[in-house]
């Protein structure tokens, strides 16, 4: 029952996301795709204790910089990853051929993340002085939409830079997606999914109307 609170969240939103495309995605991509959000949730780890290690013996816990703890381990680091999996593997697959798989391959590289992610927190539940139940029940109505959600964005801005050559969009998206991690982390959790899931709601509908312009 732990294993499958663990891992059925993000599977669930993979599968709605991925139903939302009129033209779906090859399903080897989508599942390479959700590996390789797996894969950089590694390196993810490393390089947030290393950040967190180093921003911790740098800089005073009461200086103004501490936003800095809260905004690289975990979004600046996460977000980054996230993003490289859309810019050097989905976005050079034949399949990538319209905006619509901006954001179902960025919100299933971002869920194949938050899979593997939910492992830590569920099964070292009482570090956090809490049950497994209850940490799995948090992170699957707030954290896994929060990093889907980002996955979102991420994939939409890449899109719209790549379709519509705005070299801009290409920026815009990391920016967007590491300030609602921050927020996120910072401590406004329900506020920042409601705000996220209303965004990717407008973001969906407006590419699903283009979507139903072609035949």
Same mark, same amino acid.
């Given at each position: 029952?732990?294993?499958?609170?663990?891992?059925?969240?993000?599977?669930?939103?993979?599968?709605?996301?991925?139903t939302f495309d009129k033209f779906p995605e090859p399903k080897k991509y989508i599942i390479i795709t959700f590996i390789l959000g797996i894969?950089?949730?590694?390196?993810?780890?490393?390089?947030?204790?290393?950040?967190?290690?180093?921003?911790?013996?740098?800089?005073?816990?009461?200086?103004?910089?501490?936003?800095?703890?809260?905004?690289?381990?975990?979004?600046?680091?996460?977000?980054?990853?996230?993003?490289?999996?859309?810019?050097?593997?989905?976005?050079?697959?034949?399949?990538?051929?319209?905006?619509?798989?901006?954001?179902?391959?960025?919100?299933?590289?971002?869920?194949?993340?938050?899979?593997?992610?939910?492992?830590?927190?569920?099964?070292?539940?009482?570090?956090?002085?809490?049950?497994?139940q209850d940490v799995a029940w948090v992170r699957a109505f707030l954290t896994i939409p929060m990093h889907g959600s980002t996955g979102v964005?991420? #994939?939409? $801005?890449?899109?719209?830079?790549?379709?519509?050559?705005?070299? !801009? *969009? &290409?920026?815009?998206?990391? @920016?967007?997606?590491?300030?609602?991690?921050?927020?996120?982390?910072? #401590?406004? $959790?329900?506020?920042?999914?409601?705000?996220?899931?209303?965004? !990717? *709601? &407008?973001?969906?509908?407006? @590419?699903?109307?283009?979507?139903?312009?072609?035949?």
């Open positions: 029952m732990q294993f499958l609170a663990t891992i059925i969240p993000a599977i669930v939103l993979v599968y709605i996301f991925y894969i950089v949730a590694f390196p993810a780890g490393y390089l947030n204790v290393f950040a967190e290690n180093y921003l911790n013996e740098t800089i005073d816990n009461k200086s103004p910089y501490l936003f800095l703890k809260t905004l690289i381990p975990g979004p600046v680091i996460e977000e980054l990853l996230k993003y490289f999996i859309l810019v050097f593997y989905c976005l050079r697959l034949s399949a990538f051929d319209e905006p619509m798989d901006g954001l179902v391959y960025g919100s299933t590289a971002a869920l194949g993340f938050a899979m593997i992610e939910n492992f830590q927190y569920v099964y070292n539940a009482s570090d956090f002085n809490s049950s497994w964005i991420l #994939g939409f $801005f890449l899109s719209y830079y790549y379709f519509y050559k705005k070299q !801009i *969009f &290409f920026y815009i998206g990391p @920016l967007i997606a590491i300030l609602i991690h921050f927020l996120y982390n910072f #401590g406004y $959790f329900e506020i920042m999914v409601i705000i996220s899931l209303i965004i !990717i *709601f &407008f973001m969906f509908r407006h @590419l699903r109307k283009k979507q139903n312009f072609i035949n």
